[in-house]
């Protein structure tokens, strides 16, 4: 009989530890979104008070540059494994479709990280030529995977 009040107090604390885990990572990610509204309010503001100001043209780079690390994000987490951690909320996007759309785009116009060069004195130089290629890899990934 004892034995069984033990089991039952470990299979309590597993079950409450995977629902903290669950519930966590699901708050967690939710959380993390909403506290970026701010930061991702004050760069919208600037951006179309350039937009707005006849100069879209000198938003192209820049937005050139965040479709590469959203890619690379993208792909990323599609090999991670790990999305039934954000159940049920993953189970909205529609990654195929949205990653369909990025490979059109970019057999139309190739990435531009790849593309930037740096001076050799520039401290962040070999990071960048890294990250360079790993946008050039990730692109190429995403050209042959939904460029069909």
């Known amino acids: 009989m004892r034995?069984?009040?033990?089991l039952s107090v470990i299979l309590l604390v597993a079950f409450a530890?995977?629902?903290?885990?669950?519930l966590g990572a699901h708050m967690g990610q939710q959380q993390f979104v909403l506290q970026e509204g701010s930061v991702k309010a004050a760069l919208l503001v600037g951006e179309l008070?350039?937009?707005r100001g006849g100069n879209a043209e000198k938003l192209i780079p820049s937005k050139e540059i965040e479709l590469d690390g959203e890619i690379v994000k993208a792909l990323t987490f599609r090999e991670s494994g790990l999305p039934w951690l954000l159940w049920p909320s993953s189970n909205a996007y529609e990654h195929d479709r949205y990653l369909r759309s990025a490979a059109a785009y970019r057999i139309e116009?190739?990435?531009?990280?790849?593309?930037?060069s740096f001076e050799e004195n520039n401290p962040m130089a070999?990071?960048?030529k890294s990250y360079g290629h790993l946008v050039r890899d990730r692109t190429e990934e995403l050209v042959r995977d939904y460029g069909k």
């Open 17 to 22: 530890f995977a629902a903290g885990v669950k």
């Open 3 to 6: 034995m069984y009040k033990v």
């Open 49 to 51: 008070r350039v937009i």
């Open 126 to 128: 070999d990071d960048m």
């Open 109 to 116: 116009r190739p990435a531009a990280i790849p593309q930037l």
